[in-house]
């Protein structure tokens, strides 16, 4: 009875769910001005392009090697400790930079190995959350609580850069990483508050060692994975995007100088990251009405669809603001398939798997997206940015081919699934 009251009531009048909501996008916050300003940093010591690029592999490298294991470990205890664990170690990490600075012994290494454990300690906690909103929000909430919060990632990584410049001026690059230091502490403080498990079951421990059990229990994940025919479709297509994203993305700037005829200093570059931005806010917005109207099957074949033609139009646009348009349209597409296969995924997964099956999906195309950045780069070398653009849309190309053939067709709106309406909500027909 308990459930059932929890899964009819709004999510704007769920206190634990306003708690989470609010704790993530205060720690996004933080992460987005962090991005600015680890660069900065960087730059500032060195004066090197090379090693102010390196720092952003810092954000990568621990997926790959850390993800299947945070998704099996997030599976066997409880995720809200892991998260709070996670956040608390990342507040002491980050808060080490200005502490450092103030006492003038800042070096270039501890920003590196900050920047490394800050992403394995994200990898962690991604990995618990994963399966924690499903099991916070139940299934039927699932799709209305994924658009919120993947709407509050995308407003904070509008403010976030802004707000990060504001405070590199009035305090220094160093001294403004205390704000992402405090909103991970922030973070913890609201995870501690929610009167609600993150786990819907709790694994039974065996006799076996942790390694063996681990082993197996990635196995389970990874065998879920490939034998359910939509995860195993949805995770073949997240790799086609992924790499023409991070093709894409990665081009952006050499897109708006040599295709659009933009400088280095002139301002519209940051247009065309504001319009990519705003595109994806537009998509959160969006998910919730689509799917009320809109088999979330096809709602994905439709997005892939358009995420190709948007990619041609902006390889070929004319102008800059016919390219920053179809930039924005095109992300916003881009970023509408994605949610809508996270959360297909995470309403199809049995609570027990939903870390590891959702890791090791991120993980797979978490390495996509760069491998798709370094190919666009060669290509563009190799000819042109806007060629280069062209050929990368084979990702994408792949994918909405293989969704032709594949379970999408027949997937409708699960039953009892809820989108939240101004007022209340209601379950979407199949």
Not at 328 to 345: A, E, Q
């Amino acid at each position: 009875m308990k459930s059932r009251e929890i899964a009819s009531r709004s999510l704007w009048r769920d206190r634990a769910f306003l708690l989470f909501w609010c704790g993530r996008s205060i720690s996004l916050l933080g992460t987005a001005m962090t991005a600015v300003v680890f660069p900065l940093l960087v730059y500032r010591m060195t004066h090197s392009p090379l090693l102010t690029a390196l720092i952003s592999v810092c954000d990568i490298a621990p997926y790959p090697v850390f993800a299947l294991f945070a998704g099996t470990l997030a599976d066997r205890v409880n995720r809200r400790r892991l998260m709070i664990t996670c956040d608390l170690v990342n507040a002491l990490l980050l808060g080490s930079i200005p502490l450092s600075s103030l006492l003038h012994a800042l070096t270039l290494a501890q920003i590196y190995i900050v920047g490394l454990l800050s992403a394995t300690a994200f990898v962690w906690f991604d990995a618990a959350n994963f399966g924690a909103v499903p099991a916070l929000v139940g299934r039927r909430r699932l799709i209305a609580a994924n658009s919120a919060l993947w709407t509050a990632s995308t407003m904070t990584d509008i403010v976030g850069p802004s707000l990060a410049g504001l405070c590199i001026v009035l305090v220094g690059p160093a001294i403004t990483i205390s704000a992402d230091s405090a909103s991970y502490l922030l973070s913890a403080l609201s995870l501690a508050l929610i009167p609600r498990a993150f786990n819907q079951l709790r694994h039974r421990e065996g006799t076996r060692s942790w390694l063996r059990s681990s082993m197996s229990d990635i196995r389970e994940g990874l065998h879920f994975l490939w034998q359910h025919a939509l995860v195993r479709t949805l995770t073949l297509l997240g790799i086609g995007c992924a790499l023409t994203a991070g093709a894409v993305q990665g081009l952006l700037v050499v897109y708006g100088i040599h295709a659009l005829g933009l400088t280095t200093t002139d301002p519209r570059i940051g247009l065309l990251f504001g319009a990519g931005a705003t595109g994806a806010l537009v998509s959160n917005l969006l998910l919730p009405v689509l799917v009320k109207n809109v088999a979330v099957g096809r709602i994905t074949m439709v997005g892939l669809l358009l995420n190709l033609l948007l990619l041609v139009a902006v390889a070929l646009a004319p102008t800059f603001l016919t390219g920053m348009l179809c930039y924005g349209l095109w992300l916003g597409c881009n970023h509408l398939v994605n949610i809508n296969g996270i959360s297909l995924r995470q309403i199809v997964t049995p609570d027990h798997l939903q870390s590891r099956v959702n890791a090791s999906a991120r993980m797979v195309m978490v390495a996509a997206n760069p491998l798709g950045a370094a190919l666009g780069g060669i290509l563009a070398e190799q000819t042109t940015v806007r060629i280069s653009l062209l050929i990368m849309a084979s990702g994408v190309a792949l994918s909405l081919f293989l969704s032709w053939f594949s379970p999408l067709w027949l997937v409708q709106t699960p039953k009892g699934v809820e989108q939240e309406e101004r007022g209340g909500s209601h379950a979407m027909q199949p």
